[in-house]
T-cell receptor, first 110, second 114 residues
Framework: DQQVKQNSPSLSVQEGRISILNCDYTNSMFDYFLWYKKYPAEGPTFLISISSIKDKNEDGRFTVFLNKSAKHLSLHIVPSQPGDSAVYFCAASGGNQFYFGTGTSLTVIP | DTAVSQTPKYLVTQMGNDKSIKCEQNLGHDTMYWYKQDSKKFLKIMFSYNNKELIINETVPNRFSPKSPDKAHLNLHINSLELGDSAVYFC?????????????FGPGTRLTVL
């Protein structure tokens, strides 16, 4: 039962342009959503989060948007940099439960 | 100075063996987790401990037994290893149990069962 879905396994973007990574979830009881970034042979590292009571959270080049009615969130990276090339995991939590998506591999082309 | 460390990084073993993976965090966090990332890249929580007490125990075969000797350590022992146990196992820690708590992950242990 996949409660968090990232339907795009990969994305390529030119350096300087916007990267948009998408995530869908099924459980309306989730109260926090997080994005993690993962480089090869390393563990995921936290990037940005958003509470279910908000619809936008911004941190530097990274902005997460939450659309509760559509059960959809997205991560915008502007401008994209080659160092952003990694796998991005969307995660959702409710109570003590955590669910991760399968990740989207972002490649930023110099 | 590594925040969350796991040993070993790679583990290759035969079916039926028993093995352990160790995890230590030096962040002073109260909560620790074990995740399994399978071949389909699903990152799925297995266990969570808060102050040495089990708070999440997902549907995991009872061949998997976590042990938390203290707040800084959460080890994973696996009995009678099976081919399907091959995966990357990640340990993580966070300050508290709420979903808003950022989790810090270790580098992962790649387990291969032959």
């Amino acid at each position: 039962d996949q409660q968090v879905k990232q339907n795009s396994p990969s994305l390529s973007v030119q350096e300087g342009r916007i990267s948009i990574l998408n995530c869908d979830y099924t459980n309306s009881m989730f109260d926090y959503f997080l994005w993690y970034k993962k480089y090869p042979a390393e563990g995921p590292t936290f990037l940005i989060s958003i509470s279910s009571i908000k619809d936008k959270n911004e941190d530097g080049r990274f902005t997460v948007f939450l659309n509760k009615s559509a059960k959809h969130l997205s991560l915008h990276i502007v401008p994209s940099q080659p160092g952003d090339s990694a796998v991005y995991f969307c995660a959702a939590s409710g109570g003590n439960q955590f669910y991760f998506g399968t990740g989207t591999s972002l490649t930023v082309i110099p | 100075d590594t925040a969350v460390s796991q040993t070993p990084k790679y583990l290759v073993t035969q079916m039926g063996n028993d093995k352990s993976i160790k995890c230590e965090q030096n962040l002073g966090h109260d909560t620790m987790y074990w995740y399994k990332q399978d071949s389909k890249k699903f990152l799925k929580i297995m266990f969570s401990y808060n102050n040495k007490e089990l708070i999440i125990n997902e549907t995991v075969p009872n061949r998997f037994s976590p042990k938390s000797p203290d707040k800084a350590h959460l080890n994973l022992h696996i009995n009678s290893l099976e081919l399907g146990d091959s995966a990357v196992y990640f340990c993580a820690s966070s300050q508290g149990t709420g979903g808003f708590n950022e989790q810090f992950f270790g580098p992962g242990t790649r387990l291969t069962v032959l």
